[in-house]
């Protein structure tokens, strides 16, 4: 089942200005329900005004968004439930806290969606707990917090509202190496408790490798491929020359492939190459 389908998107900027540029030009691609997809793509290549195509914050010059095969313009005054269907989380959402505590703060989604006190309690508490934020600092102010913990607030905020399509725009852009590892962790096991669909935005072939089961690639306003890892990373050449290229242990493993040491072309993860050269050598 399609979560999310576009179909024909085209979205110009500055209309009729000195300014006017393109930055979604025919664009049709579908998010499947219940998956971890990765959108890829240059700077400028049109990623950011696709999501925010997702949840209504831009509407189309022409073509449609479907959300669960209903149109999300059908009617144009329930905008703002589609929005609490599909949450948007904005590179580094931090700078966006703005009340007293955490607590409140992640609880801001659910009490506008018109909740009761029990589920928003419930609710602040599962999505902390699914970001890896302590319930201790639930009530601490979130500007005393460092910018990783910020950050799992902000993500928390979002998850809290249960979104049925959860976007994330770059979301551990910024943090070191165990930080990210943790944001996307959480990412990936709330997906799983769910079973609700994620669409995450990245530059780094290494996280969409690691964490996504599709992967969608715009270039220039347009759609490039979408399909699998395996499918997506076979095109090494065209995705370099887009600024992009693969993994660094697919590349590192292709230096290995010239030299003859025979190992299978689909590793795009460290785990993935840690088991291939054992197997390797159990052969030698």
């Not at 831009?58 to 589609?82: A, C, H, M, Q, Y």
Request: aromatic share 8%; net charge negative.
């Amino acid at each position: 089942m399609k979560a999310l389908e576009l179909i024909d998107i085209v979205y110009t900027y500055s209309k009729n200005t000195p300014f006017e540029k393109t930055a979604l030009d025919k664009v049709s691609v579908s998010f499947e329900a219940g998956r971890i997809n990765g959108l890829i793509g240059h700077t400028g290549s049109g990623k950011s005004t696709l999501v925010q195509m997702m949840n209504g914050l831009l509407r189309p010059d022409s073509g449609e968004v479907l959300l669960f095969g209903k149109s999300i313009w059908e009617e144009p005054k329930k905008i703002r439930d589609v929005r609490f269907k599909v949450g948007l989380v904005f590179q580094y959402p931090e700078y966006q806290l703005f009340e007293e505590t955490c607590e409140k703060d992640i609880a801001f989604g659910p009490k506008n969606m018109g909740l009761d006190a029990q589920e928003i309690d419930r609710r602040v508490k599962s999505a902390a707990q699914f970001v890896g934020l302590d319930e201790s600092l639930l009530v601490k102010s979130p500007f005393e917090l460092s910018g990783g913990q910020k950050r799992r607030v902000a993500l928390a905020g979002i998850m809290a509202m249960e979104p049925e399509v959860l976007i994330l725009d770059e979301p551990a852009a910024g943090l070191d190496p165990i930080g990210r590892e943790e944001i996307f962790g959480g990412i990936r096991s709330y997906q799983r408790s769910r079973n609700n669909t994620v669409i995450i935005v990245s530059h780094s072939m290494e996280d969409v490798a690691a964490y996504c089961d599709n992967i969608t690639v715009l270039s220039e306003g347009k759609l490039f491929m979408s399909g699998s890892c395996a499918e997506v990373f076979e095109h090494e050449s065209e995705l370099t020359e887009m600024g992009l290229g693969v993994p660094q242990i697919t590349r590192f493993i292709r230096m290995l492939r010239d030299a003859g040491v025979e190992l299978r072309r689909d590793i795009y993860t460290v785990e993935d190459a840690v088991s291939a050269i054992k197997e390797y050598a159990g052969r030698r």
